[in-house]
């Protein structure tokens, strides 16, 4: 696609796993040149880290949902001839992203102090676990371990469970993108000043901002909010807001008047409480709800809420979802083709620019694919 935001900006990524490479692949969907600078051979880790035990050639499928669209330029920091050729791309490039520990790029060198002696227009970005200082700054920055340690494990399942967390990796997804928004906003002003900018971003303080409702209420309160025991969403909100077993599967129910919801599913029961008790007798109302629900199929119940104008939907698994009309109406898959002549099915980029679909059919770059052509032009 031509004219793409981030075209003539290059992006080198010092990044493994998930964080990093998923800010790198977002810039890389906008338009930007990003390398990976990787280890000889072996590349960075996120290769073998797979998902389900699945592989695509030599690196594993999680590697090439998300370095597809980027080079693969590989480098050993502690030779100092492949560091000077590091330090010459540096002084070329206009965004550094590393989420190694505080101390692994300063030890090479690389530290944003030593880039901006080289670049002063340089955007470096980096994410940490838990932040540069504090006590907990050399604990491992593993998104399960962050979720269990920011109290985001108790926002999900209902009440009578233990901490419950999320199915995927969210702490470095939330990190990735907010470390893209650094940048942009580093790369205007820079457009407007000429100068560059320290990006800074941590998994932990990412997982803070996402409970941002949650935390502003126990710091109020100093309370802990208590999740729902029965058909627990979001432990914040009154009934009937949730997910209930109906005859025939689930049925998710959004914020609604109680007594407009009693009146059209016809349950009676519901109009026992007054509105005004719909958070502090919710687990009531909720198993009085849940009772009724089951009695019919979703889409009995459907029908009616949405003659209503009431908040419902299905609960969908992926098959379910993938066959609705709605979903493929989005064209959110794209086919990638890899070096190995085998095709693959991820997902695109979710922003379109100009009403037009942001795909590439780049795949992942082999390890060091591109560095014998990068050398040539440093």
Not at 98 to 109: D, I, L, Q, S, W
Not at 130 to 152: A, E, F, I
Not at 156 to 180: E, K, W
């Amino acid at each position: 696609m031509n004219g793409l935001p981030l075209q003539g900006i290059t992006v080198l990524e010092f990044s493994q796993y998930l964080s990093g490479p998923s800010a790198g692949l977002r810039l890389a969907d906008l338009g930007a040149r990003v390398i990976k600078i990787e280890r000889p051979v072996v590349g960075e880790a996120g290769r073998k880290l797979a998902i389900k035990d699945l592989w695509v050639d030599e690196s594993s499928l999680l590697f090439h949902t998300i370095n597809r669209n980027k080079e693969s330029f590989t480098a050993n920091l502690k030779d100092p001839g492949d560091l000077i050729l590091v330090k010459k791309l540096i002084a070329k490039a206009d965004v550094l992203i590393h989420n190694f520990r505080p101390e692994v790029m300063g030890k090479n060198g690389l530290d944003y102090a030593a880039v901006k002696a080289i670049n002063p227009r340089m955007i470096y970005a980096e994410i940490s676990g838990y932040g540069k200082t504090g006590p907990w700054k050399n604990k491992p920055g593993q998104d399960l371990l962050l979720q269990s340690m920011t109290g985001l494990t108790y926002t999900t399942g209902n009440g009578n469970n233990g901490p419950v967390p999320f199915g995927i990796s969210i702490a470095d997804i939330m990190a990735g993108s907010q470390l893209v928004q650094g940048i942009l906003g580093g790369l205007i002003r820079r457009q407007k000043t000429g100068t560059g900018a320290w990006i800074e971003v941590s998994l932990m303080e990412s997982l803070l901002d996402f409970q941002f409702e949650l935390l502003t209420t126990y710091y109020t309160t100093r309370q802990q909010p208590k999740r729902s025991h029965v058909a627990n969403g979001q432990p914040l909100l009154s009934a009937p807001y949730g997910i209930y077993d109906t005859a025939d599967g689930h049925i998710a129910i959004a914020m609604m008047d109680i007594h407009v919801l009693a009146d059209t599913i016809g349950c009676s029961a519901l109009r026992d409480f007054e509105k005004s008790e719909a958070f502090s007798k919710r687990d009531e109302i909720k198993t009085v709800l849940a009772a009724h629900l089951v009695n019919q199929h979703t889409d009995y119940w459907l029908d009616l809420l949405h003659d209503a104008g009431l908040w419902a939907m299905h609960v969908q698994n992926w098959e379910e979802m993938t066959n609705e009309e709605a979903y493929q109406a989005l064209g959110m898959e794209q086919e990638i083709d890899v070096a190995s002549g085998k095709k693959i099915i991820t997902t695109r980029c979710p922003i379109r620019l100009d009403g037009k679909r942001l795909l590439s059919k780049r795949p992942a770059p082999g390890v060091g694919a591109d560095t014998e052509r990068i050398k040539e032009n440093i």
